[in-house]
Each structure stands twice: as structure tokens, then as C-alpha cells.
């Protein structure tokens, strides 16, 4: 298998905004994807970057990305927030995603963050059952809260 995983560069927000889509198609609300290409690209790329991401590429083709961004615990101090991590559906289960959670989490480490978080539908089992490989902790405690403007 010919996998590379890099930073991702702004040449790639087509690509990661197909992922997205994706991703919201299986989560059955591909209606909530409202994000523009030229907000996406901004908040990623432009003078004040507040989103980054490492894309997996199979054969010199983007199949999967993590994004992440920077989260403030008064309690833990920074922690990385993987935001998504996503892989092609037919890419799925070769690996892949172990490899991007890996990068992700060493990066995380190497650059002292105190640890990381993110969400997970509870109705996704496969992805549940991929974490919990990782010694995770599934906080069923805490609500979600938004508000959208």
C-alpha cells in the first residue's frame, strides 16, 4: 500500500470538502453542510488559520483527513480537537484511518498538548469500536450545546 500522510495545503479544500460531504451523507444530514468553499478555504489558509489538517493520500490520491483545531481547558489546559476524522468509504478498513489517528495523536503529543477530544454519533458502532482500541474514555455524562447565528 502506497499511503502518505501530510499537512494538508489550501490546493486540497476541494478534496476535503467532497470527504466532508461525505461524511455528511452518512450521518443521513447532508443538508447541514452550509460551510462556503471561500469560508473553508479562509478559516484554514487565510491571515488567521482557527482549522488544520493532515490528509492521507493511497497512490497520490487524497482518501482520508483529520481536522483538527485548538480547545482550551481551564482543567487540562490545550487539547487538540479532532473536529473530523474521515476516510473514503471504499478505503475503509485498510488501515488508514489507524495510520491518521496515529499522526494525529503524535502530533498532539509531540507538541505538548495535554491530550485530545472529539465526538462520535452514538449510533456509529464501527467507529465507537475503533476507538475504544485506543484506551478512550466515552463520556455519556456531558450534553451538547450550539447555537447558530
Known amino acids: 500500500m502506497s499511503l502518505t500522510i ?13 470527504l466532508i460531504r461525505e461524511l455528511a451523507s452518512f450521518e443521513k444530514a447532508p443538508q447541514e453542510v452550509t460551510v462556503s468553499m471561500e469560508e473553508f478555504e479562509d478559516a484554514g489558509f487565510g491571515s488567521n488559520p482557527v482549522w488544520w489538517a493532515f490528509v492521507a493520500e493511497y497512490n497520490g490520491h487524497i482518501v482520508a483527513m483529520s481536522l483538527y483545531y485548538i480547545r482550551y481547558s481551564t482543567w487540562k489546559g490545550r487539547r487538540l480537537y479532532l473536529e473530523d476524522i474521515i476516510v473514503t468509504e471504499e478505503m475503509r478498513g485498510m488501515g488508514i484511518g489507524k495510520e491518521l489517528l496515529d499522526h494525529t495523536i503524535n502530533y498532539a503529543k509531540e507538541n505538548g498538548f495535554s491530550g485530545m477530544m472529539w465526538q462520535v454519533l452514538d449510533w456509529n458502532k464501527p467507529a465507537i469500536d475503533f476507538y475504544k482500541k485506543y484506551d478512550t474514555k466515552l463520556d455519556e455524562e456531558w450534553i451538547n450545546v450550539s447555537i447558530d447565528f
Not at 494538508?8 to 470538502?17: G, N, Q, S, T
Open 6 to 18: 501530510r499537512d494538508a495545503v489550501l490546493e486540497d479544500c476541494p478534496r476535503l470538502m467532497e
